[in-house]
């Protein structure tokens, strides 16, 4: 695919995200596939991250369409487990991860204090992301534990 879908598209993003935190396949080979080599790589994901940082803190009760879109596509490529799946975090620990990650921490000590490695924390939210959608009471728990509720 080439890299300038993946500036474009959430869900081919989220897709390369989630073949990265999979780990299976060598990482180098994974992002040459895409015509990436692992600096582009950090541009790319760094530019995602931000939009979706700015999707997530925009105001409003509902989860963004943006962040949804990417959490829906990371579980299709099969980080996000089946709906009666085991989550692979508990929401408690989710939320304490997205509240050092949102205070500007540094993200590897911030995914530390909770136990949680990158790939769990996106497997994490691609597992309640949806599930939020789905249950509005679960999304206000959720705002609840990040001390916005």
Not at 116 to 140: D, F, H, N, S, V
């Amino acid at each position: 695919m080439p890299a300038h879908k993946l500036d474009q598209d959430v869900r081919a993003y989220a897709a390369l995200a989630a073949a990265l935190a999979n780990g299976e396949r060598l990482r180098e080979v994974v992002l040459a596939e895409h015509g990436l080599d692992e600096e582009s790589w950090e541009r790319l994901d760094d530019a995602w991250q931000e939009r979706l940082s700015a999707a997530a803190d925009a105001p409003g009760d509902e989860v963004p369409a943006l962040v949804a879109a990417f959490s829906e596509a990371f579980a299709e490529a099969g980080r996000g487990g089946a709906p009666g799946a085991d989550p692979p975090a508990s929401l408690e620990c989710f939320a304490r991860a997205t509240r050092g990650l949102g205070r500007g921490a540094d993200p590897a000590a911030a995914l530390a204090a909770t136990a949680l490695t990158l790939a769990g924390y996106l497997r994490a939210q691609a597992y309640w992301t949806p599930r939020m959608i789905a249950k509005p009471e679960l999304a206000a728990r959720f705002r609840e534990l990040l001390g916005e509720g």
